[in-house]
């Protein structure tokens, strides 16, 4: 059961094989029996996710159903879920119950997924390694030691580890690709505005998207028919025909252009890694795709643009944070402004700090021109070496990572080492461009490498087509960890 | 770039942010830090070339002028910290 894919459990709740009740009790117990060791969920709540399991039995009983009800599904902690704690892994939100439904959690309570529990992350979604959570770090199923990636790295741990049938997250530079990658799972980042961002705690909006991490490109697909859609509410929501995503699953590759950025296999990408990646590109050869070598010449001004762009971004949102209508207060102060900066000092981690002091100066006076609309105006650049290069390809692949996961407490006392590790990821959030990662193949200490694909704007469909058929002849995706017991 | 440990004090000041000494020093050295990895930008020659506020080359869709949201007062002040007969209670501005 935990190894079967979404549509075969599916088809066993609607055959009566199994309850949505059991199997949330299946997943239940292993998250009793396997949290402790990796800290992948900061929340259950067994009473509501039984509650709805209940009336999703209820609801399978009757027909039509949709492919999702009744399964357990994980939920990032940055979603607002009613009625459950909703922390986006920081000291400053540890007692706020959300009071409404993010759009993504309405997605799904409206199909009748159960909400299995909310997943540990980097606080406020500003991290690579899951180390920057207040509720601790999150531990990489395929070796404890090691970092699971971020920050949505306790969605990924979970569904690595089997501790759930899926797990929603969000990515702003990475936060789904990078950690699908260092734990051995498929996550796919839409296009900009394709899913809603309501009720989605804010970090970097105009980078912020949501989107379905899980063990197959198939299941991906699923999970984003619900996900996707028109919200009024998010005024950078896309006004599109509702499609199906996993429409183009079974088509054959012949013919597809897979474009090779050569920025994607310089100087810092570890051996390892390499090797794989031009495995999965000698495989999707014969499945009767062509190469183009391609270039994104503006793409290694990306970390330097991000770094700009995302605090500043993240400056002006993290100022509702002030300690008077939600939120961590401080116990002790003399005037509102000590309040103000006591609460805010004391409810804040260093990473989420630093970076809104980043934000806070690149927006102050006399430094905006140069920092600010310098970045604005590369973000251009980079945006448009996509547009040449899709020119020229179907799709562009290249390698998530540069390395595997590294270890625990590596790169945490140098911000900038672990900045660079989202090098291939971030001009895709910068461009807005839909990409996705999947496993593709272990290095050789065992850890799981991820083949990054990038699509044009709204071409999911023919990513997850790309990466499902990669899928039907290779069996990376199924692998576990091995000291998992699944 | 020249970024001074008074700008750090100034910039804490401007976000609102306590900062006490010592975590002054070290959020002024891994700023340098990050700064240096920012400047690479500055050699870029952008002339022409409009900024990119946002992913899509879209306006912002405008929503008509009514009300939408029922009063949930008490709902929403249930997450306050300190609140008086539906009022957020904050430590007195007004000498």
Known sequence: ?486 | MSLSINDVYKVARLARLGMTEQEAQTAHAQLLNIFGLIAEMQAVDTTGIAPMPHAQDITQRLRKDVVTEPNQRELFQAAAPQIKNGLYLVPQVIE
């Open chain 1, 1 to 486: 059961m935990l190894n079967s894919s979404l549509q075969q459990l599916g088809a066993a709740l609607r055959s009566k094989k199994i309850s949505s009740v059991e199997l949330t009790q299946l997943y239940l117990s292993r998250i009793a029996a396997l949290n402790s060791k990796l800290n992948a969920y900061i929340t259950v709540n067994e009473e509501m996710s039984l509650a709805q399991a209940r009336a999703a039995d209820v609801q399978l009983a009757q027909s039509p159903t949709n492919a999702l009800t009744g399964i357990p599904i994980a939920q990032k902690d940055i979603f607002c879920a009613m009625g459950w704690r909703t922390t986006c892994g920081s000291k400053m939100l540890s007692d706020f119950i959300a009071p409404y439904d993010a759009h993504v959690i309405e997605q799904f309570n409206r199909v009748g997924a159960v909400n299995l529990g909310k997943t540990n992350m980097d606080e406020f979604a500003m991290g690579s390694s899951n180390e920057t959570s207040y509720f601790g770090t999150v531990k990489n199923p395929w070796n404890r030691n090691a970092v699971p990636g971020g920050s949505s790295g306790g969605s990924a741990a979970a569904v690595s580890a089997r501790l759930c049938a899926a797990a929603t997250g969000t990515d702003t530079g990475g936060s789904i690709r990078q950690p699908a990658a260092l734990c051995g799972i498929s996550g796919l980042k839409p296009t900009y505005g394709v899913v809603s961002r309501y009720g989605m705690i804010a970090f970097a909006s105009s980078l912020d998207q949501a989107g379905p991490m899980a063990r197959s490109a198939e299941d991906l697909a699923l999970l984003l028919n619900v996900m996707a859609g028109f919200d009024e509410r998010d005024s950078t929501s896309l006004q599109r025909e509702t499609e199906d995503f996993a429409r183009d699953l079974n088509k054959p590759l012949n013919g597809l252009r897979i474009g090779l950025p050569e920025e994607f296999f310089a100087a810092g990408l570890s051996a390892d890694v390499a090797q794989a990646i031009e495995s999965s590109i000698a495989e999707y050869k014969k499945l009767g795709a062509s190469v183009v070598d391609i270039s994104l010449p503006n793409s290694r001004l990306s970390i330097p643009v991000y770094y700009v762009l995302a605090p500043a971004e993240a400056s002006s949102n993290l100022s509702r944070y002030d300690g008077v209508r939600y939120g961590y207060r401080a116990p002790e102060y003399t005037n509102l402004a000590d309040m103000y900066e006591k609460s805010r000092a004391q409810g804040f981690g260093d990473e989420v700090k630093r970076r809104i002091m980043i934000g806070t100066y690149v927006l102050s006076h006399g430094y905006y021109d140069a920092y600010y609309l310098q970045a604005q105006k590369i973000r251009r650049l980079i945006a448009q070496d996509f547009v040449e290069a899709f020119k020229q390809c179907d799709v562009i692949m290249g390698p998530t990572t540069p390395t595997t996961a590294f270890n625990l407490g590596e790169k945490n006392d140098d911000p900038v080492q672990m900045y660079l590790s989202d090098i291939y990821t971030i001009a895709v959030n910068l461009a807005g461009l839909p990409g996705m990662s999947i496993p593709a193949g272990l290095d050789g200490n065992g850890l799981p490498v991820g083949l990054q694909i990038i699509g044009n704007y709204f071409d999911e469909a023919r990513m997850l087509n790309v990466a499902h058929q990669y899928q039907q002849v290779t069996d990376w995706h199924t692998r576990t960890p091995q000291h998992i017991e699944v």
